[in-house]
């Protein structure tokens, strides 16, 4: 996550959720793609202090691949693509957005949600930079969901290993079919 070049093309050119390697899951809501990053909550998952080291460090990453990054506002109230984009944010309990204009058509933003009692979300989201630049802004957007959760990334992992599971069954159950007809 932290390369030199850039988040991964897997990431900007996802269609569904899934793994971009064994330790990164994506998760696709429409033109938004959510990059989970660490998780703090309940006594486990990631302690605040490792969460704000690591989101440090992909500040440093994001300035490598685009530049400064800016603050966006979340208390702004705006009717175009960036205000439906925070909105949306707001609706997910971000409280803290950097965020970079990544290419002619894709922005980045590092979203932070702090929530009481050490709980809390660290992601990076792939969007339209529409959504991020105010140079590129557009007209609203409806249905941006930009929530997510621990549990979405625990489900993902589970389906994908339920799916190894059936594939290694299949595969088996053909081998011993082929073994019979031998």
């Not at 390697?21 to 990631?46: M, Q, R």
């Not at 989101?55 to 693509?81: F, H, K, P, T, Y």
């Not at 997910?92 to 979203?111: F, K, M, N, Q, R």
């Amino acid at each position: 996550m932290r390369a030199e070049d850039g988040p991964p093309p897997a990431a900007i050119d996802a269609q569904t959720d899934g793994w971009l390697s064994k330790d990164n899951p994506v998760l696709v809501h429409g033109s938004l793609t959510i990059l989970p990053l660490a998780w703090a909550g309940d006594g486990s998952g990631a302690t605040p202090d490792e969460i704000a080291k690591f989101a440090s460090q992909m500040q440093a990453a994001g300035m490598q691949w685009a530049g400064n990054w800016r603050v966006l506002n979340l208390d702004e109230r705006r009717s175009d693509s960036i205000g439906s984009y925070t909105t949306a944010l707001r609706a997910a309990g971000a409280t803290e957005v950097d965020c970079w204009t990544y290419s002619e058509t894709v922005g980045i933003a590092l979203v932070l949600s702090e929530a009481d009692a050490g709980a809390g979300t660290l992601a990076l989201h792939i969007v339209p930079s529409g959504w991020v630049s105010d140079r590129r802004a557009g007209k609203p957007v409806r249905g941006i969901d930009a929530r997510w959760s621990w549990a979405d990334v625990v489900a993902l992992f589970a389906s994908t290993a339920e799916r190894e599971a059936e594939g290694a069954t299949a595969t088996l159950a053909g081998v011993r079919e082929e073994e019979q007809s031998s």
